[in-house]
Nanobody, 129 residues
C-alpha cells in the first residue's frame, strides 16, 4: 500500500499549484471507504493539518489558514486525491503530505494526524514573494 504525492514545485506568490495523491495497492473498495487528508510541515515547524475529505467527497474540512484558497477533492475511479492551491503565499511553503484513514466512518474527515494510517512521502511546495 502506497500513497504517492506529486505536483509540488516553486511558484511565485499569488499563483496556483495542484497536488495529487495517487493510491496504489489499495483496492477500489478500500480507497472508496477511506477519508483522505493533506498535512504540511513548514521549515523548522511541526506538521499541521491542511484539509480533509470524507469517503464520498460530501464533507470537507479546512484549516483556517487555507479556507477560501485551497480545495480538496477526490476521484475514486482513479484512486486519487487532489489539493488545488490558489492565491499561494510564502507562508504556504512546506512539505505537503497526503494521508489515508481507512477506518473512517461515512462523515469522518479528521484533522488529527494520528487518525491516518497511511502516509505519502511528501512533496515540496515553495512560494517565493
Amino acid at each position: 500500500v502506497q500513497l504517492q504525492a506529486s505536483g509540488g514545485g516553486l511558484v511565485q506568490a499569488g499563483n496556483s499549484l495542484r497536488l495529487s495523491c495517487a493510491a496504489s495497492g489499495f483496492s477500489g473498495y478500500t480507497f472508496g471507504r477511506a477519508a483522505m487528508g493533506w498535512f504540511r510541515q513548514p521549515p523548522g515547524k511541526e506538521r499541521e493539518f491542511v484539509a480533509a475529505i470524507n469517503r464520498n467527497g460530501g464533507r470537507t474540512v479546512y484549516a483556517d489558514s487555507v479556507k477560501g484558497r485551497f480545495t480538496i477533492s477526490r476521484d475514486s475511479a482513479v484512486k486519487t486525491a487532489y489539493l488545488q492551491m490558489n492565491s499561494l503565499k510564502p507562508d504556504d511553503t512546506a512539505v505537503y503530505y497526503c494521508a489515508a484513514d481507512t477506518t473512517a466512518i461515512l462523515l469522518t474527515a479528521s484533522n488529527v494526524a494520528q487518525d491516518y494510517e497511511y502516509w505519502g512521502q511528501g512533496t515540496q511546495v515553495t512560494v517565493s514573494s
